[in-house]
């Protein structure tokens, strides 16, 4: 029996998408040893994976979660090469243990990457989003560049200082060659469209677009009767939901109970704990505020999906050919809602991308426009028809399974 140890970043966005994988590895009869913070132990345990959990104190989905709300891409950069220092060395401890026949990683565990270096196995990258090269980025405006550099620019030290003693202490040929974000491997799996990814030339033939890989079997959730109610009216559902890991400020939520609140639909509001429902007040009539919700679930009723626009999200509304309105909280996902907006599926409000808040006519407008233009859903059904074909996880675990092949 082959034997492939995983490195997971712990992070729902990037966990969630690997499990099908996991899955249907072991379907293959592949035995899957998979570590990352304690809090998934449930979601990998019932993949069929054994579970391991990275040492307390290392990295965790709070410390993703933080980083990723100070609004600096480095500050993830240096959290990972953090943990990095005290996760290698864990790591090839293990891979002396278990001896598996591979590593996998996710696209940004550094430390997964190095460890399969390390130890001279073949490496496996699960991507959770296409690659960003410099063509898209000359499409950032000046005003969002000038953010994008005030909010990064003070983290370049403790990168660079990060790096340094993870060079310092392991070698410079264990670091991942440049560009180091996303890391990629003998075999890399892109769970996403082919046709999401822009001409990229560190795109080559180990790299295997087999679209998304959601767990669309899973059972749904119980819900409490004030949201199964809300749910079942007979109103098309807008569903309004940033994603795990950037915090929506009250004063987008409460334009969206403004501009919202007379709109003939139910609104559905995800706002996460940050602010968490209480502080935002009373809710229009049509409008249901939640923490979080079963988003795959809800999304089966939903008519338009208004979003951050990262990847996971994305997919789930288009495998439920749901028009989406993005509002994009990073650059890679102006990327993404910008593909599909030219697909016809997506309307896109950037102002974000340069601090500025959504303008309430403007989020008015584009939730009307998915709502009551046939077009976007039409797109949106079109989409959804052809994101099965590249195979999904089982497309992703038969490559895995060839790598395995070769290697033995």
Known sequence: MSRVVMAGMPAAGHVNPSLPVVRALVDHGVQVIYYTAEEFRGPVERAGARFHPYPAGTISAADIAEATRSGSPLRVVTRILTATESLLPFLLAELRAERPDAVAFDSNAVWGRMAATGARLPGISLMTTMMVGSRELRSMTIREGLHFARAAVPDVPAVRAAKRRVVRRFGEELFPPRPTFPIRGEVTIFPIPRWMQPPNPLVDERCHFVGPTLDTEARDEELDSELAAHLDAPEPLVLVSLGTLHAGADEFFRTCFEVLADLPARVLLSVGSHPGPARLGRPPANTLVRASVPQLQVLRRTAVFVTHGGMNSVLEGLVNGVPLVVLPQQFEQLVIGRAVADRGAAVVL?????????????????????????????????????????????????AICELLGRSS
């Open 350 to 398: 950037r102002h974000n991308l340069s601090n500025r808040p959504v303008p309430p006519a403007a989020l008015r407008a584009a939730v009307e426009q998915a709502l009551t233009d046939p077009a976007h859903r039409t797109s949106a059904r079109a989409l959804a028809a052809t994101l099965s074909a590249d195979g999904g996880a089982a497309a992703g675990a038969a």
